[in-house]
């Protein structure tokens, strides 16, 4: 009898490690590997009879989407590539929102600037909808920076004063934000570059507190808004761009970052400029981002 239960046993048991085996073979060709890639493919959206349909194209050269996976598998799920999803669902985020209109009859995509204000329209509406925390993404984060209250960075005092938009944080629903939001479904102007950025956030933030200066403002408690001086986030002025990159320079960088939050490096003008090991920006990397400085620098 303890045989028999004994031989039913490793039958079971093998026919359980068959399955095992077999249903992650025959997984393996529905999911997608980590570093799979399709260098000249990409979903993109046409419309027909009023909603998107995605074809494939080929995309842009040097374009691609990157997923961090933290799960440890070497395979993925379609369900679970999220880049994926996101390119298919990507025009549907502006439905029923304020910037539907300019989506859908092409304004965005018309625009002079079409990648920049792309980028303000969705940092503006993505605020506003969840609330959080917008940097860009050539900023290097120096030090944690306050989350408790609504701010955004300053980065001239001086006339022309300039609220700029490459750091910010708000409630989700602030007033600001979705001031910003509703005049920019208004009066999207795809001709300017700083139409639909700075300058909207600068006029709104003046004209919502009825202020002109950074002092009277934060003195104001304004709708709970902070500004934080050019010294807090902009130390480095756009058009000293170059320092970040000159040795020379060095020690002015350091003393200019001591009290920043953030090093935005103006990607605009530096993207294509080789980083020299002697700078303060391999530094900056080195200390801030040493994953992506052991491995790109």
Known sequence: MRVRWLKYVLIVLLNFIIWVIYTNIHMRWKEIPCNYSMPNT??????????PIFSILSPPLNKGIFLLETSGRNYLTPKNCVPWRLVLNYPHFFLRTPMEYLWFHNKIQNSKHKVSHLSDVLRFLIIATYGGTYLDSDIIVLKEFPTHFNFAGVEHVEKPFVVAVGIFHFSKNHTIINRCVNHMAKN???????????????NTVKNICNFETMEEINNSNCYEIKLLSPEECYPIYYKDWEFYFNPLKNDHVRRSLKDSYIAHLWGKFSSDVPINKNTTLFELANNNCPIVAKNYL
């Open 188 to 202: 999207f102007n795809g001709d300017s570059w700083s139409h639909n950025g700075p300058f909207l956030m600068t």
């Open 42 to 51: 990409l979903f993109h959206a046409k419309k027909e009879n009023n909603f």
